[in-house]
């Protein structure tokens, strides 16, 4: 459910790429606001040195990006939140080590990955598609660390529940899917839209620059100061597939997804870390808490102060140092929990 776009390196990269004529720059900015952030993206990607594949099984194809090969580290899968895609990591790879193999995949209907019906827009069908994009890029010839934000985090935690020899470590970072202690300035609005079955506006799935700018409050802690020509951009990119959005938020806030991630903690044995903003206003940082008490296994709780539900937008640098830090850890047992 975060913002999948760092705002301020927009203009820094963009502006001064010199690949792209300033002429360019200034039309897509103006008249083309959603191509500069395409440009954005591409441009990210080549200079972390990712390249895009698909995947094809049984005429379902994933889109993907990655970088390294496998190594004596185990691999990474990185999971993106609600209406986002796998170039939300783009900021968190920018710090990661580059002989890493990573790999991130466009979630179920999302971006390049092939869009069907609504049984796989639920955790569990989601978890039943990501586990075939594992098998067919054989990604679990031997055991890989999963990491998942949001709607990402609730669908990697219920894989290593029930793909258990596939995982070796697992990261979760604000993820969906627990019962709560203390509610959110989101649930409010979930409670609104329930008792209007839905027919108001759902503040995830902005369809003008004001909704957006709306969502980029409700999402980050940090105040960006964004053009209007920006805001237009990301909501026209986002525009075409908001009824498709709508239908992935209906599975997954309903009876046999929401608290999916609650339901099969039981059945996690692979060591596990949480990362969380303490202003997250979408889902509370209390769940971390239920997390650490849930697990028998070992669980890292890594708790950042001043952050809100963008963790990897608000503080990538720090995202990819708590990652690095636990994967070394990994010799060690115990829980532990730190405020940063």
């Given at each position: ?14 502006g001064g790429?010199l ?11 103006f008249?083309?606001?959603s ?20 995947a094809e ?21 990185m ?15 920018k ?20 869009r069907?019906?609504a ?5 569990q ?22 990491v ?5 985090g ?23 899917g627990?019962r709560y ?17 839905y ?39 986002r ?6 959005y ?16 609650q ?16 202003r997250?206003?979408v ?8 997390l ?19 963790v ?9 140092k ?19």
């Amino acid at each position: 459910m975060a913002v999948d776009l760092d705002v301020v390196n927009l203009f820094v990269i963009a502006g001064g790429t010199l690949a792209i004529p300033i002429l360019v720059f200034v039309a897509s900015f103006f008249l083309w606001p959603s191509a500069l952030i395409k440009v954005y993206y591409w441009y990210w990607r080549r200079t972390l040195g990712l390249q895009v594949r698909h995947a094809e099984c049984g005429g379902y194809r994933f889109c993907y990006s990655y970088r390294g090969k496998p190594g004596t580290r185990p691999s990474l899968l990185m999971l993106h939140d609600f209406s986002a895609h796998k170039d939300t990591w783009l900021t968190v790879l920018k710090y990661l080590p580059k002989h890493l193999h990573i790999l991130c995949v466009d979630m179920p209907g999302h971006e390049g990955t092939t869009r069907t019906n609504a049984e796989d827009y639920s955790i569990q069908g989601q978890v039943r598609r990501i586990h075939q994009f594992v098998e067919t890029i054989r990604l679990n010839r031997k055991p890989f660390h999963l990491v998942g934000t949001s709607m990402g985090g609730n669908v990697a935690g219920v894989y290593a529940a029930c793909y258990p020899s596939d995982i070796c470590y697992i990261t979760l970072i604000c993820p969906a899917g627990i019962r709560y202690p203390s509610e959110t300035k989101f649930d409010n609005h979930l409670q609104d839209l329930e008792h209007s079955q839905y027919s108001l506006g759902n503040p995830l799935i902005p369809s003008t620059p004001e909704d957006m700018e709306d969502m980029l409050r409700l999402c980050s802690h940090v105040r960006f100061k964004i053009p209007q020509q920006i805001l237009q951009g990301l909501v026209d990119v986002r525009l075409p597939h908001n009824d498709f959005y709508h239908e992935v938020f209906m599975e997954i806030v309903g009876e046999n997804s929401r608290y999916a991630l609650q339901e099969h903690l039981h059945l996690i044995t692979a060591p596990l870390q949480v990362i969380w903003g303490t202003r997250d206003q979408v889902v509370d940082v209390s769940g971390a808490a239920v997390l650490a008490e849930a697990l028998t296994g070992p669980c890292r709780v890594d708790v950042l102060e001043n952050c809100g539900h963008s963790v990897v937008m608000e503080r990538p640098r720090r995202t990819a140092k708590l990652i690095m830090e636990f994967i070394i850890s990994q010799g060690t047992s115990g829980s532990t929990k730190k405020h940063s």
